[in-house]
């Protein structure tokens, strides 16, 4: 299984399909953020994390600007990754509460991690056919996770992801809503959970805390 994900990942890292989202990883990867302009950025379409024998798959829309195509690693090294570590940790699904960069030993526990679309888009808004090509991918992923049974959707667009994905690959034709804590019945025995996003925003308007995010997932460990 680990082998078949190495190679998924190697074709992922490779892929130059989306042109638009090409050129934008490229502008972002060059033009830097401030505080970061003495860094090398990744720049190039992220994988997935974590246990790909896990049970619980963790879903965001795309890599952050600054976070994952600068880091190399999804949910890394920006303020969400940091509200989300926090309370991933606390649940006791990650091996501690922060994710800074590839080598900072962070571990996820009967846990993936990945993104719907691979690449930044800009505005964080992707096109359908951009999504709908990498969902191609998301695909293999989904394949080689064997023990799958709950996808967290970190965030509404997320969720319609998901949605979109099961609509086109498995006929799934029931109408759903987004909301906090909601659970639904995806096809293949598979729980999805919509979850708010661990964004800055959601977290300063109080949205999302803490205490109700690790509530959240504490409660997904008790669906596995
Ligand atoms: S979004 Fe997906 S399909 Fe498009 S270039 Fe990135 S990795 Fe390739």
């Not at 994905?165 to 659970?183: A, D, E, M, P, T």
Request: proline share 4%.
């Amino acid at each position: 299984m680990k082998k078949n994900l190495e190679k998924l990942n190697k074709k992922i890292i490779k892929c130059n399909n989306c042109k638009r989202l090409v050129n934008f990883r490229k502008k972002i990867s060059l033009k830097k953020r401030k505080m970061y302009e003495n860094q090398k950025y990744w720049g190039k379409p992220i994988t997935g994390f974590g246990d790909i024998n896990g049970k619980i798959l963790f879903v965001g829309l795309a890599p952050a600007a600054h976070g994952g195509t600068r880091t190399g690693r999804v949910f890394t090294g920006d303020k969400s990754s940091d509200f989300l570590y926090k309370c991933l940790y606390k649940a006791k699904i990650s091996n501690q509460s922060n994710s800074e960069h590839v080598n900072d030993g962070l571990k996820l526990n009967n846990a993936f991690i990945t993104t719907a679309l691979k690449c930044v888009p800009p505005g964080d808004k992707p096109l359908k056919k951009e999504l709908y090509s990498c969902f191609n991918f998301f695909k293999q992923e989904i394949n080689l996770l064997k023990n799958l049974k709950v996808v967290v959707a970190l965030g509404k667009i997320a969720f319609d992801a998901c949605i979109d994905f099961y609509k086109i690959n498995h006929n799934f034709s029931k109408k759903v809503k987004f909301g906090h804590s909601l659970i639904y019945n995806l096809p293949n025995n598979i729980l999805l959970v919509g979850c708010y996003h661990p964004s800055p925003r959601n977290v300063n308007t109080g949205r999302i805390n803490e205490k109700k995010m690790t509530l959240l997932f504490k409660k997904v460990l008790k669906l596995i």
